[in-house]
């Protein structure tokens, strides 16, 4: 369903629905419409598992009053219904001595173009989508026959919104998703592992013809084969080469939470206080960018209204700001960057990331590895903890290899990188020419949000690296 927001204005009365929720006072109300198609195919032991297809649709609607919001949402798409939510909610917000105006007149907001769908994944028939599945399942078992088990998972779906506010301003938007999974999971006598691949993005159908299913299912068996004939990790503190395919996993977890402004303003971040200041290696810039094309974490408008933006937020190691969404910009007198998201219209917005990377150095990414003697190598990045406040984090490393004289050496299990993110950025000596993505879904505050991150190669000169050796 698209939405037609002069259409809804008169038919749902939609000004008249933002009286009501400001009839009590508040700086601003917010109406958040949204419709979601979504197909999942899971395809496991080599059948079809489960079809999941459905619709959902509701509206959320937000006052924010004195840096608080009171939230709530309805499924209940008729005048009544809106009516009826925003008249509950503004019962919570009685006493705030402000009271803002609605806009007599509405406006549609200049929304961020170039995110172009050339073949839908909401048109291809469901018999296309179950060969996607099954060619993975065939692929992934040719490279790895004794493989324990094999998963493959198709997953699309196009979301339309509309964002209304008391301000005046009405922007609507429509994303296409598409996301393709393998898990394998092999055994060598007593030895189990498992490795998984997930490529796509804001793309069309066509993706999967540049990016055959075969590809990503041989990419997870290829790394189970090698995790089953590796060694134990070695443990210490050593230097450690972080390579391009190993996505922006780091960036994101030990940096990137850390400059959200409801973070980094509200003493929970490691990064409050420091604009202006060096906080990485010269060598390091860091950006946020919602404007990518195909990228999974775009959009040309996120779910607040403000239209996306390309946000630089460490230069040349000097931080340069935050990432920030409208209730953070009113309480902290700070630009808004487009950065506010929500899961779906049953959640509030927060400050979220969208794509974020460190931006290619200067560096031969080989001649990184030449001029590197000793230390791991690694090729891809798992799951990990990070404290925002102090900047501490464990990752664990899925590929790696030892660095024996410049070369790759044997491959290694077990791994983990435990250090402080803003040290580990400070003491980056080399960032490659390349860069590498790894899409995502990141989870916070119980929600969650497409992502992409990525880094070109980089070097650490020393990191505690925990092993089983």
């Known amino acids: 369903m698209k939405w037609d927001w002069k259409e809804m ?8 629905v ?44 937000r ?31 009685n006493g705030v001595t402000r009271k803002a105006a609605v806009a007599r007149e509405f406006r549609e907001v200049a929304v961020k173009r170039g995110f172009e769908i ?13 060969q996607w599945v099954s060619r993975a399942d065939a692929a992934a078992r040719a490279e790895l026959p004794d493989a324990r088990q094999v998963s493959a998972y ?72 090698i995790l089953l004939s590796a060694e134990p990790a070695p443990a210490g503190t050593m230097p ?33 206080g420091k604009i202006g200041k060096q906080v990485a290696s010269p060598l390091i810039t860091v950006i946020d960018d919602g404007t990518m094309p195909e990228r999974r974490g775009s959009y040309g408008v996120d779910d607040e209204g403000t239209p996306s933006g390309k946000t630089v937020l460490i230069e040349n190691g000097m ?14 007198d700070l630009p808004a960057t487009g950065n506010g998201r929500r899961e779906s219209f049953r959640h509030k917005p927060i400050v979220r990331m969208t794509n974020t990377y460190i931006a290619p150095g200067m560096h031969d990414p080989k001649k990184i590895l030449e001029e590197t003697e000793t230390g791991i190598f690694v090729r891809a990045m798992g799951g990990g903890q990070v404290n925002t406040v102090t900047g501490d984090f ?59 991150d990525a880094q070109p190669t980089l070097r650490i000169p020393a990191l505690t690296v925990g092993g089983e050796a």
Request: with cysteine; glycine share 14%.
């Open 9 to 16: 204005m008169g038919r749902l009365e939609l000004r008249r």
């Open 240 to 272: 450690v080469i972080l390579s391009a395919e190993a996505g922006g996993t780091m960036i994101h977890e030990a940096v990137g939470h850390g400059l959200e402004a409801d973070l980094a303003c509200n003493g929970l971040s490691v990064y409050q």
């Open 319 to 332: 931080l340069k700001g935050y990432l920030v969404d409208r209730v953070s910009a009113m309480k902290f």
């Open 154 to 225: 198709s997953i699309d779906s196009r979301r339309s919104t509309l964002v209304v506010n008391s301000d005046g301003s009405a922007a609507p938007f429509e994303k296409t998703y598409l996301q393709f999974v393998v898990e394998v999971v092999g055994e060598r006598g007593s030895r189990v592992e498992s490795a998984h691949e997930s490529d796509g993005g804001f793309v069309g159908a066509e993706f999967l013809d540049e990016n055959p299913p075969e590809a990503i299912a041989r990419a997870a068996a290829k790394r189970v084969k």
């Open 394 to 452: 464990v990752f664990a490393v899925t590929e790696g290899y030892r660095i024996v004289n410049g070369k790759l050496g044997a491959p290694i299990r077990g791994a983990t990188l435990v250090g402080n993110g803003p040290k580990v950025l400070m003491e980056v000596d080399r960032v490659g020419t390349d860069l590498g993505f790894a899409t995502g879904t990141c989870g916070k505050d119980g929600q969650g949000a497409p992502v992409t």
């Open 118 to 130: 050339r073949r839908s994944p909401r048109d291809v028939p469901i018999e296309t989508k179950l």
């Open 18 to 61: 933002l009286e009501a929720a400001l009839q009590n006072g508040g700086d601003l109300a917010e109406l958040f419409f949204e419709s979601t198609e979504s197909t999942r195919i899971v395809f496991e032991a080599g059948k079809v598992e489960k079809i999941l297809e459905g619709t959902d649709a509701g509206v959320g609607s």
């Open 63 to 93: 006052i924010v009053f004195g840096g608080r919001v009171a939230y709530g949402y309805t499924t209940d798409l008729t005048a009544g219904g809106l009516l009826e939510l925003a008249e509950s909610l503004s019962g919570g917000v």
